[in-house]
Structures are given as structure tokens and as C-alpha cells.
């Protein structure tokens, strides 16, 4: 029997990515920035603080968990927090271009930055393709030399 | 008042993410032997036991899938889980890190993890499968190598 591995139900940190694609979209549709500053704070509160401030998967818990079976794997905490303070990173980057870079940078430049976490969000809830993960593995094959191949 | 064109752009950027990964989730994960650029590998720079044929499970550390891997592979073979492990099984089922062993993922092309590659006895890549197998489709393929 296939021993149980720690960790957390891969599909909150899906649930959490559809609401960030979610409050990016509805910022740049409403050309709002303040759903931006909005969406900054919880990725930040999430990846900076911890799990006890993640209010995607409190929300996961509290609301979607019980309407859906166990989990078939368990996923390290790693990936998604890192990709959650990405995220904080590209959104307070374009929140910053919107506001008090505003005069030097075109606004396309924000919204292009906050359409990009939205993008990559929806990718990961859609597929559950981890882009970061796919470039980790390209990134090995290129730092390493070919092996020694046969005539076949 | 919303903008036509920014409800445009945000309807594209949803309908490509969408649609871009469910094409990239779906194409062809097999790959034959004859798409290979490497048909066949130096026997001694495999993991496996010399001489006999096996299946390279390629992973990543924090590779969330990788982990159900084994369970799929004893599945297919019919076996326990642990006869596995323990190579008790018709084929080896050898663990390869894409970190440790990049030559071997850049020789068999191996894109993600996981992917499950297999090996003949004198090191003929057979094929290639990314993600993780569907146990009956892997058992058919091995039941057509003549293994398991």
C-alpha cells in the first residue's frame, strides 16, 4: 500500500490561482488598480506570512473542500507559495508602474504585467501546467552535457 | 463604463491560457523510438542493470505527480507496489533525476516530469511517454515488447 505523502491538496492552490486570474482580469477590464492593490496584498499576505494568511485557501477550505472527495496526491506547500510571491511580485511591479512611475512608463506597461499573472493564473487553475516547473526541467538539460550515444 | 476593447483583450487572454494549455496537456504524449535523436544510449550510462530492460521514471524534486509514478508502473505490471521497489517485478523501474542526470533528459528529450521512458537490454530507446501512464495502455505496451 503506497504510504500517504504530508502535504496540501493540490486543488486549493488551483482554486486560489482561478481567483488571482479572477481580481487581475476584473482589474484591467475595470481599469482599476485598486484590485490590484487589493490582489497584491493577499499574494503577499499568502507567500510572505504563511498558510495562516493565505485567503485563497482558507476560502478552499472553509468553501470548496467539503463539496469534494480526498484528495488522489498530496502536493509539497513549495511551488505554490513561490509561484504565489511571483505573482506578488509581477503585481505590485505593475501597480507601481501604474502609480508612481506613471509619468515615465505607458499604462500598457502595468496592465500588460497584471495580464500576465492572469494569464500564467488561468494556465495553472485551467491545465494545472506549472510553467516554472517545465522551465526548472529545460533549465537541467541545458546545463548539462549530452551523454555518449551509440550507432543504433 | 467598461471598454469594448479591454473586455476583448481580457477575453483573449482567458480563451488562449485555456485553450493553449489544454492543447499542450493534450498532444500526442507518446513519441516512438524513430522520433528519437538518440535511438539507442550507451547501455553503461543508464541507471538500470546491465543487460536487461527497463523503464526510466524521470523526476523533479517537488514534482508533485512523480510520486504516483511507481503505484501507475505495479499497476501495469500487475504487482505489488513494494515488488517493485524491491526489483522484483518482470522490468526495473529505475528512478532518474533530471537534476543529477540532465545528459540522460537531453538524449531521450525529455521535456517534463514525469516522464517514463523505456529501455531495451542494449540501451534501444523503445518509448517515451510524458506525464504520468494510463496502467492498461503501459500494460498493452509492454505486452507488445514482450515484457511483463
Known amino acids: 500500500m503506497t504510504q500517504r505523502s504530508a502535504g496540501i491538496d493540490p486543488r486549493g492552490p488551483r482554486f486560489g490561482q482561478a481567483l488571482t486570474a479572477t481580481l487581475a482580469l476584473a482589474a484591467f477590464v475595470l481599469e482599476a488598480p485598486a484590485l490590484l492593490a487589493v490582489l497584491a496584498l493577499l499574494l503577499g499576505a499568502g507567500s510572505v506570512l504563511g498558510p495562516r494568511f493565505n485567503l485563497w485557501a482558507r476560502s478552499y477550505r472553509l468553501l470548496v473542500r467539503p463539496l469534494l472527495s480526498p484528495p488522489a496526491t498530496r502536493e509539497h506547500p513549495a511551488p505554490p507559495r513561490f509561484a504565489m510571491c511571483l505573482g506578488f511580485v509581477f503585481v505590485s511591479t505593475a501597480l507601481v508602474l501604474l502609480g508612481p512611475f506613471a509619468a515615465y512608463v505607458p499604462a500598457w506597461a502595468g496592465w500588460a504585467l497584471a495580464l500576465t499573472v492572469a494569464g500564467l493564473a488561468l494556465l495553472a487553475a485551467s491545465t494545472g501546467i506549472c510553467v516554472g516547473c517545465e522551465l526548472y526541467v529545460r533549465v537541467q538539460r541545458w546545463r548539462s552535457r549530452p551523454v555518449e550515444e551509440v550507432p543504433a | ?148
Open chain 2, 1 to 148: 463604463m467598461i471598454g469594448v476593447t479591454r473586455l476583448a483583450i481580457a477575453a483573449t487572454v482567458l480563451a488562449s491560457a485555456v485553450l493553449g494549455g489544454w492543447t499542450y496537456r493534450h498532444r500526442t504524449p507518446n513519441r516512438s523510438a524513430s522520433e528519437r535523436q538518440a535511438g539507442r544510449i550507451d547501455p553503461s550510462r543508464l541507471p538500470n542493470e546491465a543487460g536487461q530492460p527497463a523503464l526510466l521514471a524521470f523526476t523533479s524534486p517537488l514534482c508533485v505527480a512523480c510520486q504516483r509514478t511507481p503505484g501507475l508502473v505495479a499497476e501495469a505490471l500487475d504487482v505489488g507496489e513494494d515488488e517493485l521497489t524491491a526489483g522484483q517485478a518482470p522490468i526495473e523501474l529505475a528512478k532518474v533525476d533530471v537534476t543529477e542526470r540532465g545528459d540522460l533528459a537531453k538524449a531521450l528529450d525529455v521535456r517534463r516530469t514525469p516522464t517514463l521512458a523505456g529501455v531495451g537490454p542494449e540501451g534501444h530507446v523503445r518509448f517515451v511517454h510524458e506525464g504520468n501512464p494510463d496502467p492498461e495502455a503501459l500494460a498493452g505496451r509492454l505486452r507488445a515488447w514482450e515484457v511483463g
